[in-house]
């Protein structure tokens, strides 16, 4: 199916079509976040603890406005979203671009050998998977400390599994098709059928599963940072944002919570809208 | 019988491997990737008691010796102190255990009182506007983390509204002899917002359940059979529709118990509710390492436990899986 198609597709869908733009804004506003944010949120020196938890619509001490508020530190929240947003976003599609990876290579080893190979990496994705995602990411960040490059290493570890058995799937059925057939009757080298014929018929259904796995690797990585395991809190990400606001909540400062909120909220609900879509365009069973 | 008996013992005998897989696992990180002493002794321990420590958990020995050791302690719930609370960490956790498992019990029953009837609801409409807007509630639960609604939750419900506690428990009451919160109407004040906020992703989870299988199921024969026979269509959805969803329902909502108690880690530390979720955490924030490793132990236990239960539940509800129980009886003998 090709890109205009696909676009084709979308618009067939109003839903599909909100998602998809206000996923393209998000991003946008995330790549430039340098630019368009009125503070550089990380920049200790342009921060005044003076300005501390001003209500949204109120003016920093520099005469900047603080559409969105401040926070503890006198941070403007609009910047720090933005930022968050951009964290929140590469931390997001970096993991499920390396568990892609590993998935996809370790999935189609299993349905390419079988055998022994095949029943080892599926047992232990079965193993895995019979336990919740949090669960083992909190088990990996209490065992391994906490960091960036850790709670990158606990996403993937969560994902590659999912990765794994759709490849696998896919891939034992594409096995069986004439086109590779073909191929072994042109006596074509082994690697080169299952790089150049076999690989890229298994894309399209892990496409649909990574779309929707940004969306939870994104929602996952918030979760575990709100519960004070994530990132560092020099460079917060949405979920850093958020929990950093919840001391403030319950006496009424909603803000420093609530708008880093909205924007997770934007953030997961269009990636699932696409992903959906996405689903059944290139799902041959639902159409 | 017999066949029955032996299918649960083979049931029980899988769970055992896996449990002592799994034992060896958290041996292996405990032991033999991080240092047992950093892990198991507080940090600020004199040298004597390292050492005694040291002896206690047979360092000196070869590590099938020590894995033996740390089993066997295992089994007897021993599984050092909390630097922390200088408790046993076993019972620090068994302690926390009912608040939790009231907190998932609960949060499971609200799931299931609202998710069958609205599932229903939108399986029998499934174009209707009341039937979408399920559907798209649904799909919000899905996608929306935990920790967020909670603090929706806390904010609507306890910081603008002012209706409800947006934190701890309440007071608890001895019921059967377990400390539980459902005794009086403070308690029940308290846990509302948690147990809500659990039930949520279960709810959307049972809702869509629900409708496929309604859905499915309305265009099945003996449906039809049942409404061409005059059956009144409260019958048929109760009877007929609604027993053939019992099974995939419970399998999925036993299962899912498991991840209701992972998931409690996160409602438990947004509404300081004091289960072993929250203990959890606040263990990994001050590195109290025996009460994370006896956390995992339990944790690990408790899945087997809930599959092991789904599993012989199963063959309970479902006759075809059952072993026959009798030879059939060959024609004219």
Known sequence: ?287 | MLGMLVLIARRLGQSALVLLVMSLLVFVGVFAIGDPLAILVSPDATPEEIARSARELGLQQPLWQQYLLFLQQALQGNLGRSFAHGEPAMALILERLPATLELAISATVIAIVLGIPLGLWAGLRPRSLSGQSIMAGSILGFSLPTFWVGLMLIMLFSVWLGWLPASGRGPVQSVLGLPLSLGSSEGWRHLLLPALNLALFKLALIIRLVRAGCIEALRQDYVRFARAKGLHPRRIIGVHVLKNLLLPLITVIGLEFGSVIAFSIVTETIFAWPGMGKLLIDSINVLDRPVIVAYLCIIVLLFTLINLLVDLLYVLLDPRLRPSTATPQRAGT
């Open chain 1, 1 to 287: 199916m090709s890109a205009r198609e696909l676009l084709r597709g979308f618009q067939r869908s109003h839903l599909a079509m909100a998602g998809l733009s206000l996923l393209a804004l998000l991003l946008l506003l995330a790549l430039a976040a340098g630019v368009i944010a009125p503070q550089n949120p990380y920049d200790l020196a342009q921060l005044d603890i003076t300005d501390g938890r001003l209500p949204p619509g109120e003016r920093l001490g520099s005469g900047a406005l603080a559409l969105l508020g401040t926070d503890d530190q006198g941070r403007d929240m609009l910047s720090a979203i933005l930022y968050g947003l951009r964290i929140s976003l590469l931390i997001g599609t970096g993991s499920t671009l390396l568990a892609l990876a590993i998935g996809l290579t370790l999935g189609i080893t299993a349905a390419w050998h079988g055998g022994w190979i095949d029943a080892l990496i599926m047992r232990v994705a079965d193993i895995q998977l019979s336990f919740p995602a949090i669960l083992i990411a909190l088990v990996l960040l209490a065992v391994f400390g906490q960091g960036s490059d850790k709670i990158l290493l606990a996403l993937v570890a969560v994902q590659w599994a999912y990765y794994a058995r759709t490849v696998r799937a896919t891939a034992l059925v594409e096995r069986g098709r004439e086109y590779i057939e073909a191929a072994r009757c042109l006596a074509l080298p082994g690697w080169r059928i299952l790089l150049w014929h076999l690989l890229p018929n298994c894309l399209p259904p892990l496409i649909v599963v990574a779309t929707v796995q940004v969306a939870s690797a994104i929602a996952l990585e918030a979760t575990l940072s709100f519960l004070g395991l994530g990132l560092p809190i020099t460079e917060p990400s949405l979920g850093l944002l958020i929990a950093n606001g919840f001391s403030y909540l319950l006496s009424g400062k909603y803000w420093i919570s609530l708008f880093p909120g909205l924007a997770l909220l934007l953030l997961i609900v269009s990636l699932n809208l696409v992903g959906d879509r996405l689903r059944d365009l290139l799902d041959p069973r639902l159409q």
